[in-house]
């Protein structure tokens, strides 16, 4: 049972919850209602399902990150050659598949600054993982 959560301003009950901020936010007014909401979700993981917890089998890419070269945003063509549902692709859409595949690759390492930044991030989780750094301290070292 959910609590209806009424803005104190303009008396409104339509709230927008942040999670990335943790915040409750009017959407009439635009008042911060809340800057302390308490996450009940399991993992920061993007799940496509309609259960409610998030499966770690489930996850949908590695998380957003700056300490990445392509900030996690990249996309990754997996090897098999299957569709969604589990069926072997047919000549011609493993064809298709092969060229994008093979024009992923071709993008991914075509700059040369793509490939030191990918370099100095390993070096820099190399670093972190020696020196028992956190996650935070990466990123704010990356950003």
Request: charged share 30%.
């Amino acid at each position: 049972m959910q609590k209806l959560i009424i803005c104190s301003s303009c008396k409104s009950n339509k709230v927008i919850t942040d999670h990335e901020s943790g915040e409750l936010i009017c959407s009439d007014c635009g008042l911060v209602i809340s800057d302390n909401i308490q996450e009940s979700r399991v993992d920061d993981c993007a799940c496509f399902t309609t259960d409610a917890r998030c499966d770690k089998s489930r996850k949908t890419g590695l998380s957003n990150s700056l300490a990445r070269h392509d900030m996690g945003l990249s996309t990754i063509i997996g090897r098999p050659n299957r569709d969604a549902s589990g069926h072997i692709l047919d000549a011609a859409m493993r064809s298709r598949i092969m060229r994008l595949r093979r024009w992923d690759h071709r993008i991914k390492a075509s700059t040369f600054n793509v490939g030191n930044l990918r370099d100095a991030f390993n070096q820099l989780d190399t670093s972190k993982d020696k020196l028992g750094l956190s996650d935070t301290i990466v990123e704010k070292t990356a950003y």
